[in-house]
């Protein structure tokens, strides 16, 4: 985990966000509902939940590979769905894109010279050396050579290939960088090479990662603060140490006690969680709690009201019914005061 300290200056806030799909015949995949967090300046947040539970579709939501069906977002205080023209070129470059597959996201008709300086061109920030130059700069921050620059990707292991799409990211120098799942079809070894250069780089240039990741030992590794996702839905967000340390929602108990522990003394005292039954369609969701089919906790209000997302104890926030009780009596004492 980062050993930061906390930021105060928001970089982006995400405020009740939906991303919506309409398959037709009156079917809409509820792929995001109602999402909110922020992200400070500096540091990394990382976003966890199982495969389809909205945690990629939130962060191409943000970069505006997808229009948000509702709610606002604003990246260094200007909504970006406003941006248009020099504005939204200027947006284009100071957030960035590591796109999870680094086989299917460069181009294999390019070189990785071409890849890498695309952003360049595009923006008009450097010509013939120059271009040349900052490509061989950009290829050893990375940890790859000069000579590299001439080949193509079909050339490259998975993780030297993320490394290219690492710095053509990097190429434009922006302030802001999704990470959408960057280390998940990489071998574990070369995941850690790639999230210690994350890591590395992050320090170099000031830079703010949103990391989205389902390997939560990985996550927990490079991030700040931890957000957990279930069916579109954000039901926990709290500082990382502190979120593995003390879980508060039934979910994020059950994730992280599958969590593997290198000590076999240690890991045979847990308790496994087994969920029961599959995750429901964001077709067609449960009423109130999403989680509450699944959930080993459930009540009956869970059934018939939505858990609201509140803040139950300082930058821990969760959305679940069983701790709405503790946030009114929190209430109560200061009206008290």
């Known amino acids: 985990m980062s050993t930061a300290e906390p930021k105060v200056e928001k970089i982006l806030e995400v405020k009740q966000v939906k991303k919506h799909f309409n398959m037709g015949r009156n079917q809409v995949v509820r792929a995001v509902d109602n999402v909110t967090f922020d992200v400070y300046k500096g540091e990394t947040l990382g976003l966890v939940g199982e495969s389809g539970c909205g945690k990629s579709t939130i962060g191409r939501t943000i970069i505006r590979l997808y229009e948000a069906t509702e709610g606002e977002i604003r990246f260094k205080g200007e909504t970006t769905k406003d941006l248009k ?12 894109m590591i796109f999870q597959d680094p086989y299917a996201s460069l181009n294999p008709r390019m070189t990785v010279s071409d890849i890498i300086a695309e952003g360049l061109d595009i923006h008009g920030l450097a010509q013939g ?3 040349r130059q900052k490509v061989v700069e950009l290829l050893k921050t990375v940890g790859l050579n000069e000579e590299h620059a001439d080949r193509f990707p079909h050339e490259f292991s998975g993780g030297q290939r993320q490394r290219i799409g690492i710095a053509r990211a990097l190429a434009v120098d922006p302030d802001f960088i999704i990470a959408d799942e960057p280390i998940s079809a990489l071998d574990v070894s070369i995941q850690a090479q790639v999230v210690n250069l994350m890591k590395r780089l992050q320090r170099e240039k000031g830079l703010t990662y949103l990391f989205i990741a389902h390997d939560l030992s990985m996550v927990k590794y490079i991030s700040d603060r931890v957000g957990v996702m ?4 954000l039901v926990e967000l709290a500082d990382s140490q502190e979120l593995y340390d003390t879980p508060l929602h039934p979910y994020t108990e059950a994730l992280l006690s599958a969590v593997p522990i290198a000590d076999p003394d240690v890991g045979k005292q847990r308790e496994r969680i087994i969920l029961k039954g599959d995750v429901p369609s964001p077709i067609d969701p449960p009423s109130g709690c999403r989680f509450r089919t699944r959930c080993p906790k459930a009540m009956d209000i869970c059934a018939q009201v939505v858990p609201k997302w509140q803040e139950v104890r300082p930058m821990h926030w969760v959305a679940c019914h069983l701790y709405e009780e503790e946030s009114l009596k929190k209430e109560q004492a200061k009206k008290e005061d």
């Open 85 to 96: 023209g020099k504005s939204l070129k200027k947006f284009n470059r100071e957030m960035q």
């Open 129 to 131: 050396e120059e271009r």
């Open 230 to 233: 279930y069916l579109g839905n």
